[in-house]
């Protein structure tokens, strides 16, 4: 993994309480992104960044804020957790646009109940 | 909704058999690019095929391109049991800021 990493790696919360996911790089790229898989649905972009304080929405940003204070973290943040929102949430890092490869985190696997 | 869809959605050969997954798209692109999932695991960057290319090779990887029917194959020539994992497709959804992951096609190679 290219030198990001996520945390925690796991974690169970209940229904409405709020929860971060924080995502670590150490490569000095510009752009992050952070995604939900799901069995059936492969990876959706919930929200981007192109850079310290520029960030926009991706295709399921709903229920998901981010903030970006520093080039290399990249926070998620459910204000009010709920049960459609348990999934696998990747991280990913590009040092270009979209157009070119991006690097993903190992995952962190989050639980509402 | 996804911009690419991949099929088969789940393919089990044998090893040393090649592996051939398709990848369909709906809008323009500006390239293409294919990722490998190992289980439990992040995605992992394979392949790059812009617009105007029409074939790439890496390794025991051909991929193709055909932009008039918006679809891509990706070819795993000589398969190991190493190669099981799921396989996604994704497109720059136009903004070249953002990727858009088909639903992959999971892949089993027996020994």
């Known amino acids: 993994d290219a030198g990001i990493t996520q945390s925690p790696r796991h974690k169970v919360t209940e229904t409405g309480t709020p929860v971060t996911l924080r995502c670590h790089q150490t490569e000095n790229h510009r752009y992050m992104y952070w995604y939900r898989q799901d069995p059936g649905h492969g990876l959706r972009l919930i929200h981007y960044s192109y850079g310290v304080k520029d960030t926009d929405k991706g295709e399921v940003s709903d229920g998901y804020s981010v903030s970006r204070s520093k080039t290399e973290d990249f926070l998620l943040t459910l204000e009010s957790a709920t049960s459609s929102q348990t999934s696998v949430y990747f991280c990913a890092i590009s040092d270009r646009q979209a157009s070119y490869e991006q690097y993903f985190g190992p995952g962190t696997r989050l639980t509402v109940t | 909704s996804q911009q690419g869809e991949e099929d088969p959605q789940a393919l089990s050969i044998q090893e040393g058999e090649n592996a051939t997954m398709n990848c369909s798209y709906k809008?323009?692109?500006?390239?293409l690019q294919w990722y490998r999932q190992n289980s439990g695991r992040g995605l992992v960057h394979l392949i790059l095929?812009?617009?105007?290319?029409r074939e790439k090779h890496s390794g025991r990887l051909r991929v193709t391109l055909d932009t008039s029917k918006k679809s891509s194959s990706l070819l795993i020539t000589a398969s190991r049991a190493a190669d099981t994992a799921s396989y996604f497709c994704a497109t720059d959804a136009g903004s070249a800021r953002q990727l858009t992951f088909g639903s992959g096609t999971q892949l089993t190679v027996l020994p």
């Open positions: 809008t323009s692109i500006n390239n």
């Open positions: 095929i812009r617009s105007n290319e």
